[in-house]
Nanobody
Framework: QVQLVESGGGSVQPGGSLRLSCAAS????????MGWYRQAPGKQRELVAG???????NYTESVKGRFAISRDNAKNTVYLQMNSLKPEDTAVYYC?????????WGQGTQVTVST
């Protein structure tokens, strides 16, 4: 049974930081490309950051320089360090694991940035 379990969401003020974690089980983590997506109310889900099985990373333009994705293959975990958070970063953040036709999602974790 595949599980992706996100944690680390919460409420912060603008300029604050959060670190999201996604612990994977039931998959051979090292062969999967991992990603963080987000979905704000009334908007489509979008890719925030991705990290390949080889460690290459990519980011959506709006988070470049503020967010950092990383993975720990020994712990089957992918992280998203989010700094200098803005109100527009408010969304439900989802972890994704993809390899060929296999495509798995976590349940999501809420991130709210407000005063």
């Amino acid at each position: 049974q595949v599980q992706l379990v996100e944690s680390g969401g919460g409420s912060v003020q603008p300029g604050g930081s959060l670190r999201l974690s996604c612990a994977a089980s039931g998959i051979t983590f090292t062969i999967y490309n991992m990603g963080w997506y987000r979905q704000a109310p009334g908007k489509q889900r979008e890719l925030v950051a991705g990290i390949s099985r080889g460690g290459s990373t990519n980011y959506t333009e709006s988070v470049k320089g503020r967010f950092a994705i990383s993975r720990d293959n020994a712990k089957n975990t992918v992280y998203l360090q989010m700094n200098s958070l803005k109100p527009e970063d408010t969304a439900v953040y989802y972890c994704n694991a993809m390899f060929l036709q296999a495509d798995y999602w976590g349940q999501g974790t809420q991130v709210t940035v407000s005063t």
